[in-house]
Structure formats: C-alpha cells, structure tokens
C-alpha cells in the first residue's frame, strides 16, 4: 500500500499498489476455420480462477493492418481525407480513413492502401501510434500513418474498381460534427482521429 499526500487537504490517501492482473493460460488449440481472409483458432484455457474452458481468436489476414490519414493544411484550416464506401457488413455508406489488411506496419504499406483507395500520392509521413481494434476477439495490430499532402495534389477523381470508395475532405471543424451526428462510425478510423490530437498537427496548422 502507498501514501500520497492530497494536494488541497493535506491528508494521506491511500493507493492500492499497482498489480498486474493474471492471465489466461492456453492448454491447447486448433483451427475451427480458415479461408484466405480469416482464420478462427479456439483455444483449450485455464481462468484465474482455475476454470476450464474454451476461448475464440481471429485472425484477419496477416493479423497485420494499416491506416494513412490523409491531412493537408488550406488558409490555415486543417482538412483530413476520407473515403466514402459502402460497407457490405452493416449495409451502410461509411466515412473512414483509407485503411486496410497490409504485409507489415511500414508506411510504404500506408502509402499502398492510400493510392488503391484515392489516388493520391503524399509529401510525408509520419506514424501516429498503433491500435488494437477489438482486444477481446481479434489478433489484429494496425499501424496509423499520418500522410501529408499538397494543396495542388489533394484533388482527386480516383474511384477504385473493387468497391468503388471516392475520396472526400473535410475540415477538422466538420469531423467533429460527422462524428456527433454519427456519420463516422468506423471505430478504427475514430482511433485513429484520436491518435491525432497528441501530435498537436491540427492545432498548429
């Protein structure tokens, strides 16, 4: 146990001190099902509490992902590019940062997933940090990559083949507000909006 002095009163608090939680112990495993885009391994565990049972990973691909956010400074004003899809699971027209299953966490990677989804090619980049979009179920790890652009190089007409997704700009004052409305969803894309704000690139632009 800890003491720490509470800055107004004077008074000691107690702090319980910090105890790194016990683990799940895998027995065994094997496959359940495997395609070329997705492999499910359940798993034979034992809980902390000496429990026996069973436990579901997914793997998506490599297990390995990438995120570009596109961002370019106009008058002053940051813009973040988006792209515009249907996404075939939820039934719905989604916002998201180019994102996708990539070989490593590289920005060479970012950079392919950026030019497939819009077209565009970037000035520099630089990586903001990583995510683990669902720590419960999936392996996953994503890389998020901050790419650059010029004014003279942020318009684009690309729409690509597979899926059709087009590229949109908005103002960080406009991101906020899709979000609150609810227009951007995609938890991945709001990690990595979040991701941002560390690196104080909105507010300096």
């Given at each position: 146990?800890?003491?720490?002095?509470?800055?107004?009163?004077?008074?000691?608090?107690?702090?319980?001190?910090?105890?790194?939680?016990?683990?799940?112990?895998r027995v065994?495993?094997?496959?359940?099902?495997?395609?070329?885009?997705?492999?499910?391994?359940?798993?034979?565990?034992?809980?902390?509490?000496?429990?026996?049972?069973?436990?579901?990973?997914?793997?998506?691909?490599?297990?390995?992902?990438?995120?570009a956010?596109?961002?370019a400074?106009?008058r002053g004003?940051?813009?973040l590019?988006?792209?515009?899809q249907?996404?075939?699971?939820?039934?719905?027209?989604?916002?998201?940062?180019?994102?996708?299953?990539?070989?490593?966490?590289?920005?060479?990677?970012?950079?392919?997933?950026?030019?497939?989804?819009?077209?565009l090619?970037?000035?520099?980049?630089?990586?903001?940090?990583?995510?683990r979009?669902?720590?419960?179920?999936?392996?996953?790890k994503?890389?998020?990559?901050?790419?650059?652009?010029?004014l003279?190089?942020?318009?684009?007409?690309?729409?690509?083949d597979?899926t059709?997704?087009?590229?949109?700009w908005?103002?960080?004052?406009e991101?906020?507000?899709?979000?609150?409305?609810?227009?951007?969803?995609?938890?991945?894309?709001?990690?990595?909006?979040?991701?941002?704000?560390?690196?104080?690139?909105?507010?300096?632009?």
């Amino acid at each position: 146990m800890f003491l720490i002095d509470h800055p107004e009163s004077g008074d000691a608090l107690a702090i319980a001190p910090v105890v790194t939680p016990a683990t799940i112990e895998r027995v065994g495993t094997h496959v359940a099902y495997e395609n070329p885009f997705i492999r499910v391994d359940l798993d034979d565990v034992v809980f902390p509490n000496g429990a026996r049972g069973s436990y579901s990973r997914v793997t998506l691909g490599t297990g390995l992902g990438v995120v570009a956010v596109p961002y370019a400074n106009f008058r002053g004003i940051p813009y973040l590019g988006f792209v515009e899809q249907h996404r075939y699971p939820i039934d719905e027209v989604t916002l998201e940062f180019p994102r996708g299953g990539s070989d490593d966490l590289s920005l060479s990677e970012a950079a392919r997933e950026l030019v497939e989804e819009t077209g565009l090619t970037y000035q520099s980049g630089h990586l903001l940090g990583f995510i683990r979009p669902d720590t419960g179920i999936l392996t996953t790890k994503v890389a998020v990559w901050q790419t650059s652009h010029l004014l003279q190089s942020i318009e684009s007409r690309h729409v690509e083949d597979e899926t059709g997704c087009r590229l949109r700009w908005y103002s960080h004052g406009e991101v906020l507000g899709l979000i609150r409305n609810g227009r951007i969803s995609c938890g991945i894309t709001l990690a990595a909006f979040a991701l941002l704000a560390p690196t104080n690139a909105l507010a300096a632009a």
